[in-house]
């Protein structure tokens, strides 16, 4: 399986970005995708996934109510929609997926394959 995001950029408190994680490989169909950031100078925190099996969500408590997880499995494609962005959104996002048919949660270290990251700015 691999990854690519993109759609990252500059933008102001409140407004939205979408991002998309591309995926290869004929198992991506059946590998959960999970979205993580990170900010300078902290730790890789989970944001949101959605399951392989049911199309099922999860979210961090900071971003519910704000972000979508969504899928689109005919074109290999992740996507996060972010609305009401604020400063603390601001990192380097990544898509992750951990072996295919593993259904993924929000710890890091179950992620198996990586994409390159893209980075969102919210300026104030």
């Known amino acids: 399986v691999q990854l690519q995001a993109s759609g990252g950029g500059l933008v102001q408190t409140g407004d939205s970005l979408r991002l998309s994680c591309a995926g290869s490989?004929?198992?991506?169909?059946?590998?959960?995708v999970g979205w993580f950031r990170q900010a300078p100078g902290k730790e890789r925190e989970f944001v949101a996934r959605?399951?392989?099996?049911?199309?099922?969500?999860d979210y961090a408590d900071s971003v519910k109510g704000r972000f979508t997880i969504s899928r689109d499995n005919a074109n290999n494609r992740v996507y996060l929609e972010m609305n009401s962005l604020k400063p603390e959104d601001t990192g380097i996002y990544y898509c992750?997926?951990?072996?295919?048919?593993?259904?993924?949660?929000?710890?890091?270290?179950?992620?198996?394959?990586w994409g390159q990251g893209t980075q969102v700015t919210v300026s104030s």
């Open positions: 490989g004929v198992a991506f169909v059946r590998s959960s």
């Open positions: 992750a997926a951990p072996r295919p048919g593993v259904l993924g949660g929000q710890a890091k270290d179950t992620y198996r394959y």
């Open positions: 959605v399951r392989w099996n049911d199309l099922s969500t």
